[in-house]
């Protein structure tokens, strides 16, 4: 119960900063943005309502389910910390580890893409929805509700109007945008993790002292989120590298986003006692990196090792052969 009494070491000018270096992460995924990569996904729209729906439906609603069974054990704040993760886009470094992975870097672009886009709506409509299911049933003195209208601007603010100016800017300067898109999305990425450190820094005697409260918690919460995505695109029988991609993105989420609207004072009063969201988002921030560049070496080692044995095999036939006409 401690940790939600937990204040962080956070000021409006971290919040400030942290807000333009999401916008500009987001007006970088814009500019990387093709409608030819579109095309050929949508050509195959099986691909991106399996990876849709396992984000935008499943995560969501095993989450709720994970955090009532648990209720006994972890408090509110921490439940809807959970949820909150849950409801948020897909990460932009998951194009990074879909590639690393050698699964379909198109498919998660496209949806990394249309998670943003549609968080505008879905990010409010599932943590309204979730988190104020779970809250009726928790055992909250003060009653919590949460503001979809609130949400929905600052969302709409944060990752809607950078895309929209992303796409603009592609549209009118094309050949500058394809030479400033990496280093702006690196730029935005690692400007991003800076902070998160910076934060992390801040807060470190904080973190010793209630870091593994919530790190078992996180674990697992990750590794449903990336089971959800791989189980259910092949149970629609999806290809290895397409479920790769989905596991991806599922489990790779937006706890930048999370963070801000946590911090957002019109979202979450200070006096909710909220320090329990602020553990859950931060360490998911940092641990899905962990967990995602994981499983992408896991597969691509895998993928070496398949082709090193099929090499070798073809070698042995060949020799083989050769020594029989011989």
Known sequence: MAIDSVRLNYSTNSQMIINIALALIMFGVALGLRLSGFKRVFKNPKLVIVGLTSQL????????????????????????????VASCPGGNISNFMSSLAKANT???????????????????FNFSFWGNMYARASDLVQPLHIPFWE??????????????????????????????????KYF???????????????????????????????????????????????????KHRDRRTIAIETGIQNSGLALVLIFNPKIFPPDLNMG?????AGWWGIWHIVSGLTISKYWLHKDINKYNKVTQFRKNWFKKLHHENS
């Open 106 to 124: 198109e498919l998660s672009i496209t949806l990394t893409s249309i998670t943003t886009l549609a968080a505008v709506f879905t990010t409010p």
């Open 57 to 84: 439906i499943l995560l969501p609603a095993f989450t709720f389910l994970m955090a009532y069974l648990l209720r006994d054990y972890i408090t509110t704040s921490v439940a809807l910390g959970m949820i909150l």
């Open 276 to 280: 329990g969201m602020m553990f859950i």
């Open 188 to 238: 935005g990425i690692g400007f991003f993790l800076l902070l998160i450190v910076m934060a992390f820094a801040a807060n470190f005697q904080l973190f010793l002292k209630y870091i593994w409260y919530v790190f078992l918690l996180v674990l697992v919460h990750n590794a449903l989120a990336i089971s959800i995505g791989y189980f259910f695109s092949s149970s629609m029988g999806l």
């Open 151 to 184: 949400m929905f601007k600052v969302v709409m603010l944060l990752l809607g109007l950078p895309m929209l100016l992303g796409l603009l800017f592609r549209w009118k300067f094309p050949k500058l945008a394809d030479k400033i898109v990496k280093p702006f």
